[in-house]
């Protein structure tokens, strides 16, 4: 196992369970627990993790992952969401990105369609996500809209007034939003609020929205709200989504993609 594999499975299971204690991960991993205890002097070094007496702890109970260890995760279910998603786009149209593992793939989803292979646009893609951006600037048929911004080191965001002022003044035939949850009664949330303020303008200036998120996303709350259930169209997730869970979103108007 690599070393940014290592970490990656460190940090998921830091996040699942809070604690780790350095035997328990070395058994976990298959690896020694001289490795385990560089690996988390190491990613104390960078704030991943807060290093206790025999292993580590996570900062606190809203601790957020940062993009970069979040790829792994349900990473099946994220590129078929995506290529689902990707459908829904027709050539020309202007798309709408935000952050996100899940909104990552829908952008390399689209940036191999056939069909948008040229164009004058074959596609405009509006995204405050500057790794999204980076991938898809290489694509002479795609305009890319960047918006203002500070960016944020968890999620490659870019928020704050400058990406308003922006968003502001365009708008999108769909906005994807990538979420870490989304309820019937409380909507689609972000850990952050910054985010989720960009991520509300985004779906206010967009004809239809659609979540793309896999199912560990549903049924689920986050501190910041992005916009309610009703303003969503379509809701793109996986085949292991709870089938109540996904009769209370068709029950509230809400078209249900499982892939």
């Known amino acids: 196992m690599s070393r940014d594999a290592r970490w990656k499975a460190l940090l998921e299971l830091l996040v699942e369970r809070g ?34 007496r025999g292993g580590a702890v996570v900062h606190g109970v809203s601790y957020e992952l940062p993009l970069r260890y979040k790829t792994a995760r349900h990473a099946s279910e994220k590129q078929r969401i995506a290529k689902a998603v990707a459908d829904l786009v027709a050539p020309g149209e202007a798309v709408g990105l935000t952050g996100g593992t899940t909104t990552t793939e829908v952008a390399r989803a689209l940036a191999v369609r056939g069909d948008l292979a040229s164009g004058s646009p074959a596609l405009t893609v509006v995204t405050n996500a500057l790794n999204i951006a980076n991938e898809l600037a290489v694509r002479p048929q795609f305009k890319i809209v960047l918006t203002g911004g500070v960016a944020r080191a968890q999620s490659y965001e870019l928020v704050g ?31 952050d609020e910054a985010e989720a ?44 989504a709870d089938a109540e869970t996904v009769r209370g979103f068709e029950e509230a108007g809400l078209r249900v993609v499982t892939v």
């Open 19 to 52: 604690r780790l204690d350095v035997e328990e991960a070395a058994a976990e991993l298959g690896v020694s627990a001289a490795t385990i205890r560089r690996d988390f002097d190491r990613l104390a070094e960078q704030q991943m993790l807060v290093r206790t």
């Open 161 to 191: 007034p400058l990406a308003d002022g922006v968003l502001g003044q365009i708008t999108v035939d769909v906005a994807v939003l990538g979420v870490v949850a989304f309820d019937v009664t409380h909507g689609a949330a972000a850990h």
């Open 197 to 240: 303020a960009i991520n509300r303008l985004l779906c206010e200036r967009a004809e239809r929205v659609v979540v793309a998120a896999d199912s560990s996303k549903l049924g689920q709350r986050a501190f910041a709200r992005i916009c309610a259930a009703e303003a969503v169209d379509t809701l793109v997730t996986d085949t292991a």
